[in-house]
């Protein structure tokens, strides 16, 4: 493996690497999570079996659905992961990598749901659902 892309939350209390390169990116205007980003949360899948964790032990889950549950730093509030338990991905929370990733936004999920105080108009496929 040659390239390891890393990252962390705010106050460095969690941090992750990810083998590279990395997927896609897609950014999710769902109600859920502009909630637990504060605005839409663009992330990318990395396989669970791949990704690294550390400082585990200031890292909290929260089962947001019986479908999914969301990462985030306990100490800083930082998001940082969504994690359906039955898939063999992880989404990673695009903010938390340090330094460039090597990929791009690929596609907007949810956009039915998006906040009314902002356009998508980055001309990347948006998805009603």
């Not at 390891?4 to 896609?24: K, N, Y």
């Not at 205007?29 to 585990?56: N, T, W």
């Not at 039915?112 to 496929?125: L, R």
């Amino acid at each position: 493996m040659s390239e390891v892309h890393h990252g962390s939350c705010l106050c460095g209390a969690v941090r992750f690497r990810a083998p590279g390169p990395l997927g896609p990116v897609t950014a999710c205007h769902c109600s859920l999570c502009r909630k637990h980003s504060g605005h839409f949360d663009a992330s990318c899948e990395v396989k669970k079996a791949e990704l690294i964790i550390e400082g585990a032990a200031a890292l909290r889950w929260y089962a947001a659905t019986a479908k999914a549950r969301r990462g985030f730093c306990a100490t800083c509030g930082a998001s940082l992961f969504f994690d359906p338990p039955h898939l063999d991905w992880i989404g990673v929370s695009m903010g938390a990598f340090d330094g460039p990733t090597g990929t791009a936004l690929a596609q907007h999920i949810f956009c039915a749901d998006k906040g009314d105080y902002y356009a998508i108009t980055d001309g990347v496929p948006q998805n009603a659902q």
